[in-house]
Every structure is written in C-alpha cells, then in structure tokens.
C-alpha cells in the first residue's frame, strides 16, 4: 500500500510540474500576443484539468484506504 502512495504523490508532482511548465512556456496552443485575453483560455483550461486529476489520484487514494 506504501508504493501504491509513493506513486500517487509522484503522479501528482509530474501534473503540477507540467502544468506550471505548460503555464509560463512561451510555446502556447493558442498564443495571448495573437488572440489576446482568449489566448489565455488554454492555459487556464490546462491548469483546470491539472486540478481534476489530481481530484480523481486523491479520491482513488481514499477508496483505497
């Protein structure tokens, strides 16, 4: 059970490691220098579902417990 909670923190540090990258890298889906204040919806949309599955890792874990 210890391991299965050790990759659990793992695969929640790899979503926020990603999303932060993802976040402050000039390389966007949509860029904010073109499409202005809409450029920023793939960053949001990115850090929102981030959150979802670090929503889901963390429920998993309570069913497990």
């Known amino acids: 059970m210890e391991g299965l ?18 976040v402050i890298s000039p390389l966007d889906i949509l860029p904010e220098s073109v499409l202005g204040i809409f450029g920023l919806l793939d960053d949001l949309l990115i850090a929102v579902y981030g959150a979802l599955q670090m929503i889901i890792i963390f429920r998993q874990n309570l069913a497990r417990a």
């Open 5 to 22: 909670a050790w990759a659990s923190r793992l695969r929640i540090l790899l979503i926020v490691v990603t999303v932060i990258v993802y």
